[in-house]
């Protein structure tokens, strides 16, 4: 099974010229779900992984699956506002502009080792952003996992000069 065959491409979303990757029919699809969780998860086991941090939305769908087969805790990243207790928050920059992600102060414990998860990687303000935030509650972000990565884009790269490695399962060319 090729992953990327289960991906659909969607053109001109949200905006002319961007082709739009749709992991939801990857979703629905039972086998090609656990292949992608099964291709997630594999390097990661045995490496005792306390956390897993899903980037809002999709990444709570992955995430969730990854920490079940990690048999680890789980720390939703969302956009500001959406948390109930007390958070922290960190400003990080977009294509064109800036947005705000925060996850509860108390979420990770000094030292302890997060697998940051979601579902694409395009420029990669979003996963630096969540990996400044974590580093910064003293979480060793071990690597940061997507089951989608835009190359020309150059968000993984971002995220591994940071001194974060990162796991994709299936890249497409251009936006």
């Not at 294509?95 to 579902?119: F, N, P, S």
């Amino acid at each position: 099974m090729n992953l990327a065959d289960t991906i659909r491409a969607i053109p001109d979303y949200p905006k002319p010229g961007i082709t739009f990757r749709d992991i939801t029919t990857l979703l629905g699809d039972a086998r090609a779900f656990r292949r992608a969780v099964d291709e997630l998860v594999q390097p990661f086991a045995g490496l005792k992984i306390a956390k897993i941090a899903g980037i809002e939305a999709r990444g709570f769908i992955l995430g969730g699956a990854v920490a079940h087969q990690l048999s680890a805790g789980f720390i939703p990243v969302r956009k500001k506002g959406k948390l109930p207790h007390e958070t922290v928050s960190v400003t990080y920059q977009l294509e064109y502009g800036t947005d705000e992600i925060e996850v509860h102060k108390d979420a990770v414990k000094r030292g302890e080792r997060v697998l940051l998860v979601d579902d694409l990687i395009a420029t990669g303000g979003t996963a630096e952003g969540a990996v400044s935030l974590l580093s910064s509650l003293g979480a060793e972000v071990v690597a940061a996992c997507f089951i989608v990565d835009l190359p020309d884009l150059g968000g993984a790269d971002k995220v591994r000069r940071l001194g974060v490695p990162v796991r994709t399962l299936v890249s497409f060319s251009g936006h």
